[in-house]
C-alpha cells in the first residue's frame, strides 16, 4: 500500500493536500522492493465531509482506474461519499473498510452498504459490539458474516508501532471467534478473502 502519510499533519490534512497526489503517483511509478504497489492507505477522515476533499476525489478515482484497493478509516457516510467519487460510483473499486467502520455503524446500515458496493470489505479489528459471551460474535454480526462471507477479512491495525503490542491478544480473540463459525466461512475470513484481494493463491488446507 502507499501510505498518505509523511507527517502528522498529513493525517487532518492529506485529502485537499495536492503534494500527496503527486507522491502517490511517485510512488507507484517507482514500485516496491517486490513488485507493485497494490493499494492506497490506510488513510483516515475524522470529518466525513472530507471525503469530497479535491484529493480524496483523484486518489478514489485512481484507484479504480488502476485496480487498487484502498484501505480507508472512515465512517459510514464518508463511504457512500469515497463511493460517488469514483467512475463507477462505487460498482467497481475494492474499498477495505477499517474496523467496518468508526462510530460503531449498525449492522444494518453495514448490510445496506454491502449491498450498494460489491467491493466494499469490512475489515473486523477492534471493532466495537462484534464479540458477545463467550468472546463468540455477537448474533446479528455473525449472522452478517454468513450472509457476505466472502466481503470480511481481518487485520492488526499495526498503523503505528504502539500496536504490535496488542497482536497477540488480537489474534487469540480472532481464533476464538473464527472456531464458532463454519469451517469454510473461518477461513474465507481468515485468510482467502485478504488473498483474493490481491492476486494471492491460498494455501493447501491442513490435513
Known amino acids: 500500500f502507499v501510505r498518505l502519510y509523511r507527517n502528522r499533519a498529513d493525517y487532518t490534512g492529506w485529502f485537499a493536500d495536492e503534494t500527496i497526489y503527486d507522491m502517490v503517483l511517485a510512488e507507484l511509478a517507482k514500485g516496491t522492493g517486490s513488485g507493485p504497489y497494490r493499494g492506497i492507505g490506510e488513510f483516515h477522515l475524522y470529518d466525513s465531509a472530507n471525503a469530497d476533499g479535491p484529493v480524496a476525489k483523484k486518489l478514489m478515482a485512481l484507484a479504480e482506474q488502476r485496480s487498487l484497493v484502498v ?42 452498504l454491502m449491498a450498494r458496493y460489491p467491493g466494499l470489505v469490512g475489515e473486523l479489528s477492534y471493532r466495537p459490539g462484534l ?17 457476505y462471507p466472502t466481503r470480511f477479512v481481518i487485520g492488526s491495525d499495526t498503523w503505528v508501532n504502539q500496536r504490535w503490542q496488542y497482536y497477540e491478544s488480537l489474534m487469540k480473540g480472532y481464533r476464538t471467534w473464527l472456531g464458532g463459525l463454519p469451517a469454510d466461512v473461518a477461513r474465507k475470513v481468515a485468510w482467502d478473502n485478504g488473498a ?12
Open 71 to 112: 484501505l480507508a478509516h472512515v465512517d459510514d457516510a464518508a463511504i457512500d461519499l469515497l463511493m460517488a467519487n469514483t467512475p463507477s460510483k462505487g460498482q467497481k473499486v475494492s474499498l477495505i473498510w477499517a474496523h467496518t467502520g468508526i462510530g460503531g455503524a449498525s449492522v444494518e446500515r453495514v448490510d445496506a
Open 196 to 207: 483474493g484481494l490481491f492476486g494471492l493463491p491460498a494455501p493447501a488446507p491442513a490435513r
Open 131 to 147: 464479540v458477545c459471551d463467550g468472546e463468540q460474535l455477537c448474533p446479528a454480526w455473525r449472522a452478517l458474516l454468513l450472509k
